[in-house]
């Protein structure tokens, strides 16, 4: 179904998520869904950095199967995600962000805060919310969000008695349809040492031109860096890490342990059906790996930049001080977490088809990236 969203004309270089041009206003009538793990910093330094991703990855699939139309814009944080729905769906998925409430409380022992705001209330404030629709590849068209409005409606949802929010008190709670989300990957070594998960808010639209000038010279291309390359991906095999996640969202309890079999097996015939090119079911299998790989969610901007690198050691050295002369001089300031590897969780709607591979670094990632770059602004201010 067309809406304002499906309509806008897609960017195809992403260095021009940067030009006004390609950024049209969000109707007024639009909401804007935040969702935030409470204390993911804690959750993280126990150790539950994948339950961490897996909840939020979670939710931005059975939201998008509440919405009349799947294809709305949604930008995943590492620990919580935004999302842009009209007022026609507010109803619909007001009640199934009560059921993710709710499961990611049961299942997972999470709280998360969650609540709604109206664009045009925060635009008659001056808070004005853009997206533009950046075609990343022929299956994933990836929201691009800009505006004062997108950090502040994730601030008011954060607060017990944020201004406008909407707390879906008048809607009765919906049973989340978790249809589409997958963890089915094992950790992603990087193959250059390093999985490097940087935050870059910046002035201005050149400093974030000049950053990726920089990347390419220090990091080499989009591939040399990308940190989910189709050979470096292994499937994971492990029937009791398979049964923490997707049978614990998409089957009651009764049914997990045959849900479990069933996917392990899927495994197996995955590693036989790329291995040996074969078409199965209409799936020309071969296509599989490289498909997942350029629907990866690997770069993303909502008014702050987001990106997953592999890299050397050096390459990050060259990078921080490159970043560390901008800060100094005003223009930006930075988080950046360091890992061995990255993990991946998965919404896969059509094999070869509607998917998004939420690939974040491995012991936190974008949220330990968070919590640096809150530093830095902490003891620049």
Known sequence: ??????????????????????????????????????????????????????????????????????????VFGGDGATLLVPETDRERIAGTLLGVV??????????????????????????????????????????????????????????????GVYRMDDVAERPPDFTGVECRWSRIDSPRGETVSLLVLADRAEEYRSLFTTLDRIYGTDAERHPTLPGNLRLALNPFKLARYEPKVRRSPGHRTLYTIRIWLQQFLLVLFVRLKLTVGGVEWDRYLPTLSDTSDVRKFDGMLRMVMSGTTAQREQLNAFLQERHAAGHLVWGMHVAGSAIMTCVVFERLGDQVHFVDGSDGGYAMAAADLKRRLETST
């Open 1 to 74: 179904m067309p809406s304002f969203y499906t309509d806008l004309p897609p960017v195809h270089v992403f260095e021009g998520v940067f030009d006004d041009a390609n950024f049209q206003p969000v109707p007024d009538d639009w909401w804007a869904v935040v969702l935030d793990i409470q204390d993911s910093t804690g959750w993280i330094r126990r150790g539950h950095y994948r339950d961490v991703n897996f909840v939020g990855a979670s939710a931005i699939a059975a939201l998008r199967n509440a919405a009349t139309d799947r294809d709305i814009p949604f």
């Open 102 to 163: 709710r499961s990611a409380r049961e299942l997972f022992s999470m709280e998360l805060h969650a609540g709604m705001i109206r664009v045009g209330t925060l635009r008659s404030e001056g808070l004005d919310i853009q997206v533009a629709r950046y075609q990343a590849s022929t299956h994933y068209a990836q929201a691009i969000l800009r505006g004062p409005g997108v950090a502040e409606a994730e601030r008011r949802v954060k607060k017990a008695d944020g201004a």
